[in-house]
């Protein structure tokens, strides 16, 4: 796999937010008191009330698991190889008839119509 160096730390990542959304949103829906007690955890609990915090991980373990979803459909995409894209056939090219091309001296290509007038540095009908 081409691409698995820098998989590593994604995946890494992936993890991390896997196992902090679960943790808070178990702990949320458990009313843990080993979590709630925690000294980080005290910042909040402190302010708000036992209901307002679990509330308040609730969210935010809903919140990491929706980014771990939208890590995880990333690098699933990155993982896959790239199949070409089938070329677009939609192109169309004008042709007109009875029409003169020339190159100047300066490599540019000239065009003329036999019945346009002849302008300046266009072929002109002879």
Not at 40 to 45: D, L
Not at 46 to 74: E, F, H, K, N, P
Not at 82 to 101: G, L, M, W
Request: net charge positive; aromatic share 8%.
């Amino acid at each position: 796999m081409q691409h698995t160096p820098a998989l590593i730390p994604a995946i890494i990542v992936l993890c991390l937010f896997l196992v902090s959304g679960i943790l808070s949103l178990g702990a949320a829906m458990a009313n843990w008191e080993w979590f709630f007690n925690s000294k980080n955890c005290r910042i909040f609990t402190s302010r708000l009330s036992r209901r307002q915090a679990r509330w308040l991980y609730g969210l935010l373990g809903a919140l990491i698991l929706l980014m771990t979803a939208v890590i995880a459909r990333d690098l699933l995409q990155k993982a896959k190889p790239h199949e070409p894209q089938p070329r677009s056939t939609t192109a169309v090219t004008v042709v007109q008839r009875d029409c003169n091309t020339a190159t100047n001296d300066s490599g540019s290509t000239i065009f003329a119509t036999p019945n346009a007038p002849a302008k300046s540095g266009a072929i002109s009908q002879s």
